[in-house]
């Protein structure tokens, strides 16, 4: 069979998963030397793809002292105050989760219902404001559902394009779901879908979404995993299919 045979098969099995695997690498495509922060499965996959494929200077960290090749293996100290001179310094992308998102892109984590008498507690704010503030900062959500994307968040821990003012280095590249991909290319920062993975159509994202969500007439599909990207994931970066918690079949 031909390359091009093979390379179509190989595409043709990728997993949602292994989709939104490549929807979160996309996040720091030609990045440069910036240090990359994925909090959670697929994000931590698709960063250290980007590191061995299109982003060959990004830093990866191990969320504590060292900077970490992407096969695990030490390869540099930052210590803490260099840490936060990245991140004050717009020289960070971070991908965060949301229990929360609204149209302009403003996160909650830390309670569902009126913070004063909270029907559900969370995590609390934690670095939101000041990752979204100094840095860019996408969003990773593993179930597109009404109750994650919402007409208003609860509280407000990531701060969106209506909060945001004239901070310098605010801006939020993407957000990933297991629906699509999802920017804020439109005349007023509300959030548009940029893609959709295969078999999602416009109908089923809109009805996953609390609110009124620009769907494009052309909405192009997620970019197709190459062999070479499929290899990477399942034999060097992922082997043991950890993705498949956060995304299933």
Partial sequence: MSQRGDMSQAVARATRAEYCVIACAEAWRDAGEILASPMGLIPSVGARLARLTFAPDLLLT?????????????EGWMPYRQHLALVSSGRRHVMMGASQIDRFGNQNISCIGDWERPKRQLLGVRGAPVNTLNNPTSYWIPRHSRRVFVEKVDMVCGVGYDHAGDARYHRIPRVVSDLGVFDFATPDHAMRAASLHPGVTPAQVREA????????????????????????????????NTRAREVGA
Avoid at 209 to 220: E, Q, R, S, Y
Avoid at 229 to 234: P, S
């Fill in 209 to 240: 979404t609390g609110f009124d969500l620009a769907v494009p007439d052309d909405v192009p599909p997620t970019r197709e995993p190459t062999a070479e990207e499929l290899r990477l994931i399942r034999e060097v970066i992922d082997p043991e």
């Fill in 62 to 74: 191990d969320g504590e002292a060292l900077l970490v090749r992407p096969d695990g293996t030490t």
